[in-house]
C-alpha cells in the first residue's frame, strides 16, 4: 500500500482538492483508493459522498474517528490522507509514521508562500523525512503561468530545500469538479488533457516513490 499525505499550515491551500483528485485517478487506474479526511470541515469526504452517488470506484473514510484503522479495507492499494488545515508537523506525526509519501500544496500569494516555506522547514526537522522516509515534495497550486507573481512563486519554490513536483494551474474546473464530485481525469476532452499533463511531474515522482519502498 502506497500511503500519501496531503499537508498545509495554511488553510485555503487546496489540500482536500489535491487529495480527492490524487484519489479518483489512482481508482481510475484500477489501484484499490482510499479518500482518508482526518480535516473536521470534511470537504474531502463530501466529495467522495457525491461521487458514490455516481460511480463506486474510490472508499472514503472519516479520520477523525477513532479506529478508521480498523475499517481500511485489506486489500487498499492506495491511501490519500487529506490532513486538517493549519496542522503542524508534531501534529501530523502520527500520519507521517504511516506515510511514503507527503506532499504539501502551496500557493503563489506572498503570504502562502511564507506560510508554507515554514511548514516546510519544520516538516524537514522530522526524523523521519530527515531520511526520506517519508519521501516530501512541494505542490505548486493554483499557478497562473501567464503571470509574473506565478513565475516568481515558481522560481522561488524550486529554491526551497524539498523538491517542486508539479505545477497546477488555477482553473475554476476543480471546483466545480470538486462540488460533482469528479475529477480531471474522468473527462478526455481536449481542454482536460492539457491540464492532467500537468500532473505527470507528480505522478512520475510518486511512481518512483513506490519503487523505493519496494525495494526497501
Not at 457525491?50 to 481500511?72: H, S, T, Y
Not at 479495507?73 to 501530523?92: H, K, N, W, Y
Request: hydrophobic share 45%; charged share 25%; net charge positive.
Amino acid at each position: 500500500m502506497l500511503a500519501i499525505l496531503v499537508a498545509s499550515s495554511k488553510g485555503g491551500s487546496g489540500k482536500s482538492t489535491l487529495s480527492a483528485q490524487l484519489a479518483a485517478y489512482f481508482a481510475l487506474a484500477g489501484k484499490r483508493s482510499v479518500l482518508l479526511d482526518t480535516d473536521p470541515q470534511h470537504s474531502a469526504l463530501r466529495w467522495a459522498e457525491r461521487r458514490a452517488a455516481l460511480v463506486e470506484d474510490v472508499v472514503a473514510l472519516d479520520g477523525c474517528r477513532k479506529g478508521w484503522r480498523k475499517r481500511l479495507p485489506e486489500d487498499t492499494q492506495r491511501l490519500v490522507i487529506d490532513s486538517p488545515a493549519g496542522s503542524t508537523p508534531e501534529q501530523l506525526a502520527p500520519f507521517l509514521e504511516i506515510a511514503d509519501a507527503v506532499l504539501v500544496p502551496v500557493l503563489p500569494a506572498r503570504v502562502d508562500l511564507e506560510a508554507g516555506l515554514d511548514f516546510v522547514q519544520r516538516l524537514r526537522e522530522d526524523p523521519g523525512v530527515r531520511r526520506n522516509r517519508p519521501a516530501a515534495a512541494v505542490v505548486g497550486n493554483r499557478l497562473r503561468p501567464w503571470t509574473t507573481l506565478s513565475q516568481q512563486a515558481v522560481e522561488e519554490l524550486g529554491r526551497w530545500p524539498l523538491p517542486l513536483v508539479a505545477e497546477l494551474r488555477d482553473s475554476q474546473a476543480y471546483a466545480v469538479l470538486h462540488g460533482l464530485g469528479r475529477s480531471m481525469f474522468d473527462y478526455g476532452s481536449q481542454a482536460v488533457l492539457a491540464q492532467q499533463e500537468d500532473w505527470d511531474p507528480l505522478f512520475t515522482w510518486l511512481r518512483d516513490v513506490n519503487r523505493a519502498r519496494r525495494g526497501r
